[in-house]
């Protein structure tokens, strides 16, 4: 079957929509949210302003109403509706991080929140949400601007997964990173270096919070756990841990993560005698003939793992041979047995493929491959757009490689389903301006 991918904004100026966990169409589809930038090819600065509305995309439209300094390209600002005609975004509210809540039937902004939404509940009356300025210094997909209040504290006690309720704008402290370290120890490892919490994914029946709890190993590698607890605050469990990248709910029992969970290997590299300061200068030296080693067997192969959300042990590859590379999943709201996913650029063609996912016939389905472009990122400002993010961080990621996937030329599809399983809306960058497409199913 050929799809038909339709353009949904036009350039010279930039739109954006971000992740691929959350809704960008309003219910009734002829609404698509979306970020608009004037430049792409560094990270944000900050203070930087990012215009803020909705596109009329089958008329290629986009509405600006508003604008926000709370944005990164790859989560954009976090902007999901809470109905029909309301949307809530990120932005600085006075000297902190909260959000803005616009509706569309007036074009204006109607409501001003004192924390940020990370991810809202279907009836809108709770959003949740964590440290951005945390999550910018330790290297994660947070905002720039603030300055991390925790930032003497590995595992803070006042700083974790927060719970607004948006009606009476009340928020409070649902988890600390502090007990999230705590659970399961086996599979933790207190290293000495900074953990922060990330990547929060509402269940289909609004019941249990998915997330990574993510700190950084005297190998310079990381450690991801894969967490999930009750919207209450309550159950709080590790379903796995190792590395793992992107999920998402397969249904309200299970979840589907791509990586590599368990084994000898990330046993040993999370062992905390390894940050002992004699034992460090030696990692460096074995760290590569561990990696020739692990090349050249199958230790290290990574697979999508379907995850049971229950205290058992249940971690099982599926689609092995079928997808064979991490991407963006997110199942159908409609069907859970179909998903939409995307690949990274292609090392030959430079080009990212779209396609689906069927459950139950074990199929890949490709729609089509988008270039990743040529453009090569500004770095003239990399003190400033930098300016914050830890330096035990810059040690062990290149700032090379920090300027470009905090860029937007660093543009994932990201695709994401619209509530009734009829469309997909992705970011591109193949015609050389980043924009919003949909295909329809």
């Excluded at 930039?14 to 992740?19: A, E, T, Y």
Aim: proline share 3%.
């Amino acid at each position: 079957m050929v799809y038909k991918v339709e353009k949904a904004t036009n350039g010279p100026k930039h739109h954006l929509f971000g992740f691929h966990d959350l809704v960008a169409f309003n219910k009734t589809g002829e609404k698509l949210l979306s970020l608009e930038a004037d430049i792409i090819n560094r990270p944000p600065l900050a203070g930087e302003k990012f215009g803020v509305g909705y596109c009329l995309w089958q008329e290629q439209q986009f509405v600006r109403i508003g604008e926000t300094v709370a944005m990164n390209y790859p989560q954009g600002s976090r902007q999901q509706w809470i109905s029909n005609n309301e949307f809530i975004v990120n932005n600085k509210v006075g000297d902190h991080w909260g959000s803005d809540i616009y509706d569309v039937s007036l074009n204006k902004k109607v409501s001003i929140i004192d924390s940020p939404a990370h991810c809202v509940t279907k009836d809108a009356k709770y959003a949740f949400g964590i440290n951005y300025s945390r999550l910018f210094r330790l290297g994660g997909y947070g905002y720039i601007g603030i300055d991390d209040e925790t930032k003497s504290e590995a595992l803070p006690t006042n700083d974790g997964i927060f719970v607004t309720d948006i009606f009476h704008n009340q928020t409070r402290l649902l988890i600390s990173i502090a007990d999230v370290a705590k659970i399961d120890s086996v599979a933790n490892a207190y290293n000495g270096f900074h953990h922060y919490l990330t990547h929060l994914s509402l269940s289909p029946d609004n019941k249990r919070i998915a997330f990574l709890h993510r700190y950084f190993l005297a190998d310079g590698g990381i450690r991801t756990r894969l967490m999930t607890i009750g919207v209450n605050g309550e159950s709080c469990r590790c379903i796995a841990s190792g590395f793992l990248s992107h999920f998402d709910w397969k249904d309200n029992n299970n979840i589907i993560i791509w990586g590599q969970a368990g084994g000898r290997i990330n046993d040993i590299r999370s062992n905390p005698l390894l940050s002992n300061c004699f034992v460090k200068p030696v990692i460096n030296t074995v760290k590569p003939i561990v990696k020739a080693i692990l090349r050249n067997t199958n230790v290290s192969t990574k697979h999508f793992l379907m995850v049971k959300d229950s205290d058992e042990n249940s971690i099982i590859p599926f689609a092995v041979g079928v997808i064979d590379e991490d991407g963006h999943p997110m199942c159908c709201p409609t069907d859970r047995n179909l998903m939409i996913c995307d690949t990274y650029p292609d090392k030959e063609t430079k080009e990212r493929t779209l396609f689906f996912y069927d459950f139950n016939k074990n199929k890949r389905i490709d729609i089509g491959t988008f270039f990743m472009g040529r453009e090569a990122v500004d770095r003239t400002l990399e003190y400033e757009y930098l300016k914050g993010i830890d330096t035990q961080i810059k040690k062990m990621v290149s700032t090379e490689l920090l300027c470009f996937t905090r860029s937007g030329l660093h543009c994932d599809l990201h695709p994401r389903w619209d509530a009734n399983g009829k469309m997909i809306a992705f970011d591109s960058i193949h015609e050389g301006t980043r924009q919003i497409y949909v295909v329809r199913r």
